[in-house]
């Protein structure tokens, strides 16, 4: 069964440093997104990407965040300057269609980033 | 603005016995809504969808049932067993899937 896979799990960095977090999607999903989820809250949205460009972005998706689509297969959040506020899951999902299509998200397994 | 919540935080359910989790919505215009199941140091699993469209939808040992009149969400598992153990969530969509904040379901021997 294809899968949303996301390297690496567990990330530690320092604060006021840059990481990247990488996600390959399901193959022949159009639609990517990045979710981040704090250690016992909710679920929380970060931004949708289509088309090679961001859709839609929520408040926590400041300058500090960017992401990009490099090649063909993956799909990576950049944090430039990291803060201790930083420090969740992240989680990448992909999908066939928009959320307001009624397309399901499929999501990886996440990487823990912790910021020290 | 949409929001989505759960009525309870934890739930304790015997194993064998029927489990229910609830949710509610605020967004009206909500027209489709996902059930996911997150285990410890995993991301979120789907479970079952329902479009608006329906009233209850069945799959297998899990019934999503949706009233849209009081904006309520609820999911039904039968026969609870300790794999079902996790945290549940549920999600609206809009221009994005909003979350709820989860129930932690404990299946107990």
């Known amino acids: ?116 | 603005g949409e929001s989505v919540g759960l009525h309870l935080p934890t739930l304790s359910v015997q194993e064998g016995d029927n489990s229910i989790i609830n949710c509610a919505y605020s967004n009206s215009a909500s027209d489709y809504f996902i059930w996911y199941k997150q285990e410890s140091g995993k991301g979120p699993q789907f479970i079952i969808d329902i479009r608006s469209n329906m009233d209850k939808r069945q799959g297998q040992r899990v019934t999503v049932l949706l009233n849209k009149t009081v904006k309520h969400l609820s999911l039904q598992i039968a026969a609870t067993q300790p794999g079902d153990s996790a945290v549940y969530f549920c999600a609206e969509n809009g221009q994005n899937f909003v979350f709820g904040p989860g129930t932690r379901l404990s299946v107990l021997p």
Not at chain 1, 29 to 38: C, K, S
Not at chain 1, 60 to 75: A, L, M, T, W
Not at chain 1, 91 to 106: N, P, Q
Request: some cysteine.
């Open chain 1, 1 to 116: 069964e294809p899968e949303v896979t996301q390297t690496p799990s567990h990330q530690v960095t320092q604060m006021g440093q840059e990481v990247i977090l990488r996600c390959v999607p399901i193959s022949n999903h159009l639609y990517f997104y990045w979710y981040r989820q704090i250690l016992g809250q909710k679920v929380e949205f970060l931004v949708s990407f289509y088309n090679n460009e961001i859709s839609e972005k929520s408040e926590i998706f400041d300058d500090q965040f960017s992401v990009e689509r490099p090649d063909g297969s993956n799909f990576t959040l950049k944090i430039r300057s990291t803060k201790l506020e930083d420090s969740a899951m992240y989680f990448c999902a992909s999908s066939d269609g928009t959320s307001m299509a009624g397309e399901k998200l499929f999501f990886g397994s996440g990487t823990q980033l912790s910021v020290l």
